[in-house]
Nanobody, 123 residues
């Protein structure tokens, strides 16, 4: 059984940074495609970034140049470094994973494993 547990959310001022973490258990972490989604109140869930087993990354246009997705295979942990945060980044952030590439990458329902989310608030 795959488990994803996010942490690192919080409340910050615009321009500040946060780093989200997602600890993964229950499968061969290094072979999976993993990523982050977010959902703000009253808005649809959107893809933020993904990273595949080779380390290739894809980002949403809204976060390019500000967010960095990475993973530490030794720690079974996925990260999202969020810099220069803006009020429009306020949302609940979810970690996702799947054993194969999901097409399109920002299709939330295509990921077989999802975390419970961590709240990020930017004011």
């Amino acid at each position: 059984h795959v488990q994803l547990v996010e942490s690192g959310g919080g409340s910050v001022q615009a321009g500040e940074s946060l780093r989200l973490s997602c600890v993964v258990s229950g499968y061969r972490y290094s072979t999976y495609c993993m990523g982050w989604f977010r959902q703000a109140p009253g808005k649809e869930r959107e893809g933020v970034a993904i990273i595949d087993s080779d380390g290739n990354t894809v980002y949403a246009d809204s976060v390019k140049g500000r967010f960095i997705i990475s993973k530490d295979n030794a720690k079974n942990t996925l990260y999202l470094q969020m810099n220069d945060l803006k009020p429009e980044d306020t949302a609940k952030y979810y970690c996702v994973a799947d054993a194969k590439a999901v097409v399109p990458w920002d299709w939330f329902g295509g990921y077989s494993s999802r975390g419970q989310g961590t709240q990020v608030t930017v004011s």
